[in-house]
């Protein structure tokens, strides 16, 4: 069983910047972000695979970024330019195996391991 601990959510102007944390306790084929707002249905973010392979949704391509730091177990999302659409409850995840983008980018997608979430609020 693998846990992830997310970090770094807060509170940002529109235009601003956060990076979202996610420390992995194990190794896992593929890792990911995907958010929920209130009242709408989650939403896959980014997803980088252990060939390196990353896939953003079209909502933040050019604006997040997404990257592992393998020394320390622990994926990224840098967030930048963001937007009030932005804001949602952001989670890390992970999955054994390699996910189809139109599985993850999906609402219905069930990640082998997921965190417990990390705010984002844009105003």
């Known amino acids: 069983h693998v846990q992830l601990v997310e970090s770094g959510g807060g509170s940002v102007q529109a235009g601003g910047s956060l990076r979202l944390s996610c420390a992995a306790s194990?190794?896992?084929?593929?890792m990911a972000w995907f958010r929920q707002a209130p009242g709408k249905e989650r939403e896959g973010v980014a997803s980088?695979?252990?060939?390196?392979?990353?896939t953003y949704a079209d909502s933040v391509k050019g604006r997040f970024t997404i990257s592992q730091d393998n020394a320390k177990n622990t994926l990224y999302l840098q967030m930048n330019s963001l937007k009030p659409e932005d804001t949602a409850t952001y989670y890390c995840?992970?999955?054994?195996?390699?996910?189809?983008?139109?599985?993850?980018?999906?609402?219905?997608?069930?990640?082998?391991?997921r965190g417990q979430g990390t705010q984002v609020t844009v105003s």
């Open positions: 194990g190794y896992t084929y593929t």
């Open positions: 980088l695979d252990s060939e390196k392979r990353i």
């Open positions: 995840a992970a999955d054994e195996g390699c996910p189809t983008n139109s599985a993850w980018l999906g609402p219905g997608y069930e990640w082998n391991y």
